[in-house]
């Protein structure tokens, strides 16, 4: 027998086998090993972006399925400018439909309920399961409800953090828009590392906005910060002095010195410095980690985020898994909605090479964060980013200046809202 | 015949190849590595040309021009913190690479 005949024999065989084996399995398991499977769990900036990349990208030779619990995805980017009543509930909300369709994605709308990395499967609550070649997961982080005494998940309402975007939104601007003049709100910043680093404070110049918009600029905003510093520390503490004086109070942990407890049924928050009590409004932003999903696979180290890869964002515990997003322990880049962006497409290039033998490109990653102040009056940080050895390293970094001119504020605020409409656009079409 | 036609072919494919490889420039652009660089381009600049807020139009633009505006961003002589970070990056083969990708985009 000539090893050609031989290998044909093995051949027919093999394919005999595995047409059984189909036959009794059902058609499904046709369908799914025609094509690698790529499952990314999580429809954000990193998840929808590395859905629709890879899904577009590889014009049909992949099976992309996109979990998501949710049929309309709600940004927590730009949910601040609907906290300060520049935009409404429903410019932040974007559905899926668009983007499934036209780019061929499976849309699986439910919760993954835990990863099987030996068996490469994501189990869905509703008990699907759904095999992988290769997992993107993007699950943004939680909540660390045990990190401020006093405060838990039972007192969201009564104290909302409005840290994920949807209903807690819509509570934080009914609650301010119900601070009488004169009232006290207190906000607990969140310890290093949590999403979106000038957040809580781009959020503070838009309660004072909406209140001083209202008269009453008789209100006082406590900050109570456990950090030393924050993210354009100066631009914000000089635009709050310009536009609201008298307002807004910040102080760091030297002052404060900690969060001792807080009371969510009469509105206290006490601290080592002071109690402050009565608050019309409280808004505690704790701490945060990965999603669950991923640190119940094990994919998280005790920092509570995942190790990746700075070439790929590939995890370094598990190599058929990709973490992109706020989740990542993703070097000088902070916890951003572009961030995410960024990384996903990195991901996405890999993935696709991988599977189908695309070509491979160097590494990427950019991300600017806007911010805003008062009408027309946006800062911004950002800068380019590559990956090192040890980390995603930053290395050409910009942020705004003091006393820029009022014309170059309003051309950044032009950019944000610009910014905003192409991000979208870049995920959810 | 059908020797005839296929030297005939081959012939035109060559005289092809050569007039197409002496028009291009010395670092032909790579429109794919263009589009995997766009890639960070697209998340404030939307693909389909239209305009919104302050971030300008880019799709379809001709490529000299694409290299003239990045070329002066890197420069510093026009002034955005985040175009000049983003143009001071590139070297010229990226850059090529980015216009004949942008060029190649159809406005919608």
């Not at chain 1, 005790?302 to 790929?312: F, H, N, T, V």
């Not at chain 1, 290039?349 to 806007?370: D, H, I, K, Q």
Request: proline fraction near 6%.
């Amino acid at each position: 027998m000539s090893p050609m005949s031989s290998l044909n024999r093995r051949a027919l065989l093999t394919g005999l086998g595995a047409s059984a084996g189909v036959f009794a399995i059902g058609s499904s398991a046709v369908i799914g090993q025609a094509k690698p499977r790529v499952v990314v769990i999580g429809g954000g900036a990193g998840g929808g972006t590395a859905a629709r990349y890879i899904a577009k990208d590889s014009a049909g030779a992949l099976n992309v399925t996109l979990v998501e619990p949710s049929r309309q995805f709600v940004t927590c980017f730009h949910s601040n400018l609907v906290v300060g009543g520049y935009k409404q509930m429903a410019d932040i909300s974007h559905s899926y439909e668009k983007m499934a369709a036209a780019n061929g994605i499976t849309m699986a709308h439910d919760m993954a309920a835990r990863i099987d990395r030996d068996r490469k499967v994501v189990m869905l609550a509703g008990g699907q399961a759904l095999p992988y070649d290769r997992l993107v997961v993007s699950p943004g982080i939680d909540l660390r409800y045990d990190s401020v005494p006093g405060w838990g998940r039972e007192h969201e309402t009564a104290m909302p953090h409005a840290w994920k975007a949807g209903p807690q939104t819509t509570l934080l601007v009914n609650r301010l828009n119900a601070v009488p003049n004169g009232g006290v709100i207190v906000m607990i910043a969140p310890p290093n590392p949590y999403r979106c680093p000038p957040g809580p404070y781009e959020r503070v110049s838009m309660f004072a906005h909406v209140l001083k918009k209202a008269g009453k600029d008789r209100c006082k905003i406590f900050v109570i910060d456990p950090k030393e510093n924050f993210s354009k520390q100066a631009l914000f503490q000089e635009g709050w002095d310009r536009h609201y004086p008298g307002m807004v109070e910040w102080l760091g942990p030297k002052i404060h010195e900690g969060v001792k407890s807080v009371d969510p049924k009469t509105g206290t928050v006490v601290t080592g410095f002071e109690t402050y009590k009565d608050a019309a409004l409280v808004n505690v932003i704790p701490a945060q980690f990965a999603g669950e999903i991923v640190r119940s696979a094990g994919l998280a180290n005790a920092s509570g985020y995942c190790p990746i890869d700075p070439a790929s964002m590939r995890s370094t515990i598990d190599a058929n898994i990709f973490i992109v997003g706020d989740a990542s322990i993703a070097g000088d880049m902070p916890k951003s909605a572009f961030s995410a962006n960024s990384q996903a497409k990195v991901a996405a290039m890999t993935v696709r090479s991988e599977l189908t033998g695309s070509r491979v490109f160097p590494a990427r990653y950019t991300n600017t964060c806007w911010s805003l102040l008062n009408d027309d009056d946006a800062i911004k940080v950002g800068g380019q980013f590559e990956p090192r050895p040890d980390k995603i390293t930053s290395t050409v970094p910009f942020v705004s200046q003091l006393r820029e001119s009022a014309d170059l504020r309003k051309q950044t605020q032009a950019e944000n809202i610009g910014w905003y409409a192409g991000i979208v656009a870049d995920i959810f079409t | 015949m059908a020797v005839r036609r296929f030297i005939a072919s081959g012939f035109l494919g060559i005289a092809c190849q050569m007039a197409g490889f002496m028009a291009l420039p010395a670092h032909a652009a790579d429109k794919a590595f263009g589009e995997y660089l766009a890639g960070e381009c697209v998340t404030c600049h939307l693909p389909s040309g239209r305009q919104v807020g302050g971030i300008p139009a880019i799709a379809g633009m001709p490529e000299i021009s694409f290299m003239a505006l990045m070329e002066s961003y890197a420069r510093r002589e026009r002034d955005n913190q985040v175009m000049q970070a983003v143009a001071g990056k590139f070297n010229s083969d990226e850059l090529a690479a980015l216009a004949a990708y942008f060029a190649s985009l159809k406005p919608e």
